[in-house]
């Protein structure tokens, strides 16, 4: 069984940070594998923003690249996503997901899930 937990959402103005933290658990982490933030805002799907393999390769939505950095600490089995020059459209639930295998960009190869933490950016 693997266990999903996310945290550090807020509610933040413009142009301001934040880091949030997803911390996961399970015989998975014996093999590669990859975690990933996705986010879904209100009416709308939800979408890849960042993740990281274990073996170190990141990947990030385009809209966030230059902003977003995601990291993570292997031995504690931990994804890190530092968000830099929040704007209002980053307004989301924000979870973490994570799978066997490779990175990928599509929610539903993402058996795992956390519960998703909200992030609220607002003047």
């Known amino acids: 069984q693997v266990q999903v937990v996310e945290s550090g959402g807020g509610l933040v103005q413009p142009g301001a940070s934040l880091r949030l933290a997803c911390t996961a658990s399970g015989r998975l982490f014996e093999v590669n594998n990859a975690m990933a933030w996705f986010r879904q805002a209100p009416g709308k799907e939800r979408e890849f923003v960042a993740g990281?393999?274990?073996?170190?390769?990141?990947d990030y939505l385009d809209s966030v690249k230059d902003r977003f950095t995601v990291s993570r600490d292997n031995a504690k089995n931990t994804l890190f996503l530092q968000m830099n020059s929040l704007k209002s459209e980053d307004t989301a639930d924000y979870y973490c997901?994570?799978?066997?295998?490779?990175?990928?960009?599509?929610?539903?190869?993402?058996?795992?899930w956390g519960q998703g933490t909200q992030v609220t950016v607002s003047s």
């Open positions: 997901a994570v799978r066997r295998g490779i990175l990928r960009k599509l929610a539903d190869n993402y058996p795992y």
């Open positions: 990281s393999s274990s073996g170190g390769i990141a």
